[in-house]
């Protein structure tokens, strides 16, 4: 079991658009204690000198690089806080996601390698948030596509050397240097393609979390690849960057594509049951919010409303409800004033 202390998951996540010099004052300021189970026993190990990553087989083909840590990076974990998954086609390696940094990517690259000798031909980012898509660099040696959404690269080009700089300090330098390579391949809305033999299908959130959020779907193997759009033990992880109603859009519209299984950006694998779990909630507490705004009610008092409401059911579904509870509630009345 491995614990961290950091801001939550969300804090972290809505705080990046803001000053990078704001975000590092929170992160000292907010600091509690995060526990995550550690990683599956049947898991694959590979290793550098600075990492130890794990495979975990998720079914044919498909494979999962799991974080241990959430929340912020730090030095005790090198900036390693999000998930990478990858599937093994005939003609090379499809990446969804690439981590927090060069040597993070590397890494990725070396785990990889502990399953297929073939390469990474295609890397798609999910979002641009910077723990998702920094480790580029690792995978210009062969001349992999690196691929994203129109509104995702522009917030990457707006935000990614002030990320570069950020992770560094907070992590003192156990990160390592990083080179900022952007996608060059832009997804369109409902875009398909095969790669190496395998159909891929890609879903736009509408920027349900983020700017241009991309999720993959395996529609054969009825794999869903979701990033920050979708979650597993954790609250939906929401911003002041991106669109509540579209996020609840999205995960109804995933839901009903029934997929067996659902990948996340961070936290272990999970089912459908998630996607409703996450879209009732944020229906819920949403509703809620707006009859406070409509009655004039300040944040404190439908916090106050929401928790006696919901709290009884959801502190059971999700291991930060009591954490998180607040900053959604505060956040949905920004969003709807």
């Known amino acids: 079991m491995t614990f961290i202390n950091a801001l939550t998951l969300g804090d972290y996540k809505d705080n990046l658009f803001k000053s990078w010099e704001k975000v590092l004052k929170s992160f000292n300021k907010i600091?509690?204690?995060?526990?995550?189970?550690?990683?599956?026993?049947?898991?694959?190990?590979?290793?550098?000198?600075?990492?130890?990553?794990?495979?975990?087989?998720?079914?044919e083909n498909?494979?999962?690089?799991?974080?241990?840590?959430?929340?912020?990076?730090?030095?005790?974990?090198?900036?390693?806080?999000?998930?990478?998954h990858f599937v093994v086609t005939e003609q090379?390696?499809?990446?969804?996601?690439?981590?927090?940094?060069?040597?993070?990517?590397?890494?990725?690259?070396?785990?990889?390698?502990?399953?297929?000798?073939?390469?990474?031909?295609?890397?798609?980012?999910?979002?641009?948030?910077?723990?998702?898509?920094?480790?580029?660099?690792?995978?210009?040696?062969?001349?992999?596509?690196?691929?994203?959404?129109?509104?995702?690269?522009?917030?990457?080009?707006?935000?990614?050397?002030?990320?570069?700089?950020?992770?560094?300090?907070?992590?003192?330098?156990?990160?390592?240097?990083?080179q900022l390579v952007y996608p060059t391949l832009l997804l369109t809305q409902e875009h398909k393609r095969n790669f190496g033999g395998l159909d891929i299908e890609f879903i736009f959130s509408n920027d349900g979390h983020s700017p241009g959020d991309v999720l993959m779907w395996l529609p054969k193997q009825k794999i869903i690849f979701g990033g920050d759009v979708l979650s597993s033990d954790w609250m939906p992880i929401i911003?002041?960057?991106?669109?509540?109603?579209?996020?609840i859009d999205?995960?109804?519209?995933?839901?009903?594509?029934?997929?067996?299984i659902v990948l996340t950006g961070h936290g272990s694998a999970t089912s459908v049951k998630s996607l409703i779990r996450d879209a009732d909630l944020l229906s819920q507490v949403w509703r809620l919010v707006k009859s406070g705004v409509e009655k004039g009610k300040k944040p404190n008092e439908t916090l106050s409303?929401?928790?006696?409401?919901?709290?009884?059911?959801?502190?059971?579904?999700?291991?930060?409800f009591d954490t998180e509870i607040e900053r959604h509630v505060k956040l949905m009345y920004k969003l709807q004033q």
């Open 31 to 59: 600091i509690f204690t995060i526990s995550l189970m550690g990683l599956m026993a049947s898991s694959t190990w590979a290793a550098n000198a600075s990492f130890n990553f794990s495979v975990t087989p998720i079914a």
């Open 250 to 260: 999205t995960l109804n519209k995933v839901a009903k594509l029934n997929p067996t």
């Open 92 to 178: 090379g390696v499809l990446l969804f996601d690439t981590g927090s940094s060069e040597s993070i990517g590397n890494a990725i690259k070396m785990a990889i390698k502990s399953v297929t000798d073939k390469p990474v031909r295609w890397v798609i980012n999910s979002h641009s948030h910077a723990d998702h898509w920094l480790g580029n660099a690792a995978f210009t040696d062969t001349n992999a596509e690196i691929i994203t959404s129109k509104k995702a690269l522009a917030t990457m080009k707006d935000h990614g050397p002030g990320a570069v700089g950020f992770y560094s300090r907070v992590t003192k330098g156990t990160i390592g240097s990083t």
């Open 305 to 320: 409303g929401v928790i006696a409401k919901l709290g009884q059911k959801y502190r059971m579904l999700y291991k930060d």
């Open 239 to 247: 911003t002041g960057h991106g669109n509540v109603l579209s996020l």
């Open 62 to 84: 498909v494979y999962s690089i799991v974080s241990p840590s959430l929340g912020l990076p730090t030095p005790e974990n090198k900036g390693w806080n999000s998930n990478s």
